[in-house]
């Protein structure tokens, strides 16, 4: 880097110095500060409090801000050093040597310090940031996946504290990201980010030899977000002697490096936006992922979710995908009893649990009776990250305490019809069963039961992986009688009410229905997860929902369409509509939106786009909307507010990874015709084109077109085309690395095989095709331009392996039966 770069008044003692992206000001006049900090030619710090050292104790605070004598500054090429940084009292002697490296993508700034003795800190900045307001930045993503969204720091001096090194601050208006990464051997990092009294965002780094805690609640030390109050953090011992920590600043483009692509027919800042920000709040810190915000006054985290690793999906962030394998690693450690039963809940506090139904970790059972969807709901949750990150040793860790939540639940089969009873018999014991929790669902749930099927299924797969075929077997057996009993009529022991054309919810043990009002989440359950099968009644409760919405022009679907009868919820349920009994919730959206895509995606769509809308207006900051007026309400805020939009990802846009490839199903409109993914999968970036009927996956080396769902995996110089939801591949390719292939499929069968392929830049070098799934041990013809090239015999497993030279000009190969 030029030594232009570095600006030294001596007189003023400042100095200006940086790369081409961030510009900082150190002062250095009886004080060591950072006076002045411009990202991209936004200034996000200006002051007497910029960047600097503060150590606070019951009796004093000392900081880099005041000190008895000028620091000495060296400059030696792209260095500055600060020595001579002397500040304590009290028989508490600091000093600090301040280093600075530039280099053209980043800043790092090391800190030396010499304590003279031990020291209990009540506060600790290793540095602090003071920027310049709250919404300098809009929000700052954690390493492992969470988000400081400064739009909920309502109040003044709101903090919230998590563990981590990296801190990405961003403002999507500007573009400008920074990122702050802590590095400090051998000592743990915490972070916190406060709403200063004049408005300023403090941001405050600790190290410190031991894990920092929570100081409140006091008999919990659990929470992370404190209100009034800076201390999120209990004090912490600072110990005599030498320590050393790195900080580096550097610059990204938000929109690139967070960039969604092309997205036409919607609004592409808000599906950003909501993305970007509800669907993350619901990490509550490191290992403690969930849908209830950490901005929740008791910090809830609801276990009896099953869509927490679809959440990954929309987010796109391998952070996430990572922080949230550590928190079911922690979940399997420390939330499941050793019976297999899961516990439902976590909490700051133990207010919301049984009487000494918690742990000292936090886990509770919930005070309005035993939640049995939290059995599922973690084997999906393992299922659906699996598929996402594909390690098969990671999903092997957790297969016998899967296994465990899954056979405690499925043993609650108690009459051998395939569905598993609840805690209760009756409604009349006013005990809530799953996720609507203060509706009395009992005996046999069809809410729980949906998700039961689910997780069956999807677990069945991964032991199939594992090479369990017993266990596969077991579960699949015990999904197929789930299904049939869930199919049944109501007079028959099922949950299909003929008369009201609908699933209900549950039924008591003396045979009584119950929840006959459309209950949206069971009905949409019924049809996304597969149970509901029948065209017939699919069609009958996706057009009856409609009709009632169209009716009473809502922007989103209620949790009922009409009311619970008396006796079967909280009291205060009543009347009509009123919180669970027919209130707006949104966290079944993408449910709900895949429920819709196969049979009109239109509808799924124009939900999405009035919850995008929505955001525009308040940012879904609420738990709920109230059905009457359609207003937000309660500040139990949720993360499942953004599923629509993971629906749209998901169920429209159709992308789903899977443990051996990434599946595209699109159920696109004409409206979203030329819509231009940017996707993140497994290291590499993904360009996914969405037009009417053609569909494309493309990585920049190879690209696969289809117009139907298909299939897609790319290693090294390998790549394979899956037709459909196959999970075996039907096609793959080697090539040389040289190559920029297309490979536009035309028909696959196992008689006949037609694709065209072609080169962007001219592709040169032998190709090896391997044709899978044919008919066993026959001859084929292999066809360029309907030239014969080759005849060859197929394997006994159905597989042929050519070669074919590479060249310019698009060429149609047809591997046929004959």
Known sequence: MAQSKINNDARAKKVVFGNEKITLTLDYNKRANVSQAI??????IQGDAGIYSLIRTKVSQYTTLTLP???SLTIAGNTIILKGISYGGQGLAIEETWTFTISANDIRFDIDRTTSKAVIAEDLGSPVFRFDAINTWEGAYQDYGGLAWFYLFNKKRDTYGVRSSTSEFWNSKTGNGLTVSVSAPGKQIAMDYSRAVDDKLVYTVGVSSTEMQPRFDPDTKRRMYVRDTTDVWAPVEIGAGKSTQSITLSYFDFNKKFGRGKLVGIDQEQVSAVLNTIARIGVIGKKHFGGNSWHTPYGPICLHEQYIAQMGLGINDDNYLTGYRECLDYYRDNAIKPDGRVWPRWAYSNEDAMPQGYTDKGFYEAQWGYLLDSNPDFVINVAELYDQNGDLQWVKTHQQSSEKALDWIVGRDSDDNGLVEMMTDSHKQKRGSDWIDIIWAAYEN??????????????????????????????MAFAEKLKASFNKPTSSGGFWDAERNCYIHWRDKDGSIHGTNMVTPVNFMAIAYGICDDPTRIKTILDTIEAQ?????????????????????????????????????????????????SYKPEIALKYVKRVLTQYAKDGLAFQRYGRAQQDGRGDDILSGNALSVVGLYQAIYGINPLYNRFYLD?????????TQLKYNYRNQQLT??????????????????????????????????????????????????KNDLTLDIKKCEPSEVVFIQSSRVGGSGVLVYQVNSLR???????????????????TPEGTLVFEYKAGDAPNEITIMLK
């Open 549 to 597: 919405m169209q009716k009473e022009n809502l922007f989103f679907w209620p949790i009922s369409l009409y009311s619970y009868a008396p006796g079967e919820g909280n009291d205060w349920q009543f009347p009509f509509p009123n919180y669970e009994n027919g209130d707006i919730f949104l966290s079944w959206g993408s449910v709900a939106a895949r429920a819709y895509a």
């Open 688 to 737: 996914i084109d969405l037009d009417v009927n053609r569909y494309a996956i493309s990585n920049g080396q190879f690209k696969i077109v289809s117009n139907t769902d298909f299939g897609f995996y790319n290693t090294g110089n390998e790549v394979s085309y899956f037709k459909g939801n196959a999970d075996k591949a039907s096609l793959q390719l080697k090539a040389s690395p």
């Open 39 to 44: 990202v991209n030619g936004q200034q996000v």
């Open 69 to 71: 004598a000028d620091p």
């Open 446 to 475: 069809a809410f729980v039961n949906a998700k039961l099927y689910r997780a069956l299924v999807l677990w069945a797969g991964v032991e199939k992986q594992l090479g369990n075929t017993v266990k596969e077997k077991y579960y």
């Open 776 to 794: 066993q041990s026959s001859y084929y013809t292999v066809l360029q331009n309907n030239k014969t090239l080759k005849r060859i015999k197929s």
């Open 666 to 674: 699109p159920h696109t409109t004409p409206d979203l015709a030329g």
